[in-house]
């Protein structure tokens, strides 16, 4: 495959950049790179790796393009990539506004963890995506994680609110517990650890079986100690409800327009 990546030095662009080498899905002279910085001494240590000095220039050598920019850098680009397989994967920019670049477009969804190669990155076809591009869709997101094709659109919004989001709610979460060790007096160090036992450790548990969730909480219920009474204590000040009206808002925010789903 010839790949070419617009915004390869930022978060998702130098992940996917630098697994698609070190997994050998694509060879380090067919990757072409267009960063805001211009040409570098090599990309992410890579030699060999050519870097473009246009969008032209990237897509004339490149079979796939991907885009990994700001939605609002989107505009200025002004892609056109004809004949090309174009993977987006912004937030916020539909099917219907990438099929100005004349390509055939996939929309993806990957998060943070892709670089540590742990991204669930859901992705959609537009029309005219053919067989063999989504097979090599599949083989390039697998080079950060795991992932899945979606047939409606919208549920790309949802895949945006949730696994999208990466570390963000658990970082939110983590910082009102580590608040509240503060608070009782705990030594910075201690605090910290205890928080991550939580975070990290805790939820660690839930891995691969997150559909016993709710029995895990009805067992910590049912047992009628510290923890239940936490548990009940959260549910109270609304916490469920907090967490959806949250994920709602950011749903919300995914059509700029601010048309309903």
Known sequence: MRIGIIGAM???GSALGAALIESGTVAPQNLTVLVRQGRLADYLGHAGVHWAGTVAELVERSDIVIVSVRPQDWPALELRAPGRLVISVMAMVPLAALA????????????????QRRSYSPWMAGPGVTPEDKA??????????????LTEERHLDVMTVLPGSGPAYPALMAMAMLGFARAQGLPEPIARRAVEAVIV?????????????????????????VTA???????????????QAGLAAA??????????S
């Not at 670049?101 to 969804?109: F, K, N, P, S």
């Not at 090599?136 to 094709?149: F, K, M, N, P």
């Not at 805790?202 to 079986?209: I, P, V």
């Open 251 to 260: 749903l919300r925010a995914c059509d700029p327009s601010g048309k309903e």
């Open 136 to 149: 090599a869709v599949a083989r390039i997101l697998q080079s950060i994680g795991t992932t899945d094709e």
């Open 10 to 12: 930022g978060w998702i």
């Open 201 to 225: 450790d805790g939820a660690g548990q839930l891995q691969g079986r997150i559909d016993t969730a709710a029995e895990t909480v009805a067992a910590f219920r049912d047992y009628r100690g």
């Open 100 to 115: 100005a670049t004349g390509a055939r477009i996939v929309r993806v969804m990957p998060n943070a963890l892709a670089e």
């Open 229 to 243: 009474a936490g548990l009940n204590g959260a549910d109270a000040a609304g916490f469920s409800h907090a967490v």
